[in-house]
């Protein structure tokens, strides 16, 4: 089946620093989607990317749809605490079929 | 809007019991859900799929004896976890997506402990 590798595993950083984390697929995705998901709690779309070389912005995240449609890359600009949490890439090959995640980024913000 | 509902949130049980949780689309119709399953610092595994009114999509591996989905109204989905073992115990998350959509819609998530 698919996969979807997500780097980093996990990321310790200050306060006010920028994050980034990648997904990278064996195969073309049509959508690309970036979720968080608190302890306990399920997750909740951030991004959705559509169309390849899009850049979209939701406040202080910033997604790509790579090119090549096999890629896509979450920035956090300037992280605050409440930014703690999972973040999980997905995709979807075509309209209305299922979402394959990545195995999540671990984000940790020090105060 | 797009608001998904489960319960319980959690639930405690002992092995061999069978347990049925509920999804509910809140503020919408949606005509596909899905069940999902996710261990401890693991991704989120799609268990099956499910439109209103047919039987289920089950992902290659998971048992659909075991893992019974109904899906009888456009608002709600139920999954029953049969004669549950330890093993079962996981968090069972999830989603739902309208007619015409694209983005799913995720729900709180079930915590299951079998004992």
């Known amino acids: 089946g698919q996969q979807l590798n997500q780097s980093p595993q996990s990321m310790f950083i200050q306060e006010g620093e920028d994050v980034s984390m990648n997904c990278t697929s064996s195969?073309?995705?049509?959508?690309w989607l970036w979720y968080k998901q608190d302890p306990g709690e399920g997750p909740v779309l951030l991004i959705a990317l559509y169309k390849a070389g899009e850049l979209t912005s939701n406040g202080r995240l910033t997604a790509q749809f790579g090119i090549t449609r096999k890629d896509s890359f979450l920035n956090i600009s300037a992280s605050i605490p409440s930014d703690v949490g999972i973040y999980f890439c997905a995709g979807q090959e075509t309209s209305g079929s299922r979402l394959t995640f990545g195995e999540g980024t671990q984000l940790t913000v020090n105060p | 809007g797009a608001v998904v509902s489960q319960h319980p949130s959690w639930v405690i049980c002992k092995s061999g019991t069978s347990v049925k949780i509920e999804c509910r689309s809140l503020?919408?119709?949606?005509?596909?859900m899905f069940w999902y399953r996710q261990f401890p610092k693991q991704s989120l595994m799609l268990m099956a799929t499910s439109n209103e009114g047919s039987k289920a999509t089950y992902e290659q591996g998971v048992e659909k004896d075991k893992f019974l989905i109904n899906h009888a109204s456009l608002t709600l989905s139920t999954l029953t976890v049969t004669s549950a073992h330890p093993e079962d115990s996981s968090f069972y998350i999830c989603?739902?997506?309208?007619?015409?959509?694209?983005?799913?819609?995720f729900g709180p998530g079930t915590r299951l402990l079998v004992l």
């Open positions: 989603s739902a997506r309208g007619a015409g959509e694209e983005t799913q819609y």
């Open positions: 195969s073309i995705f049509n959508t």
């Open positions: 503020d919408f119709q949606a005509t596909t």
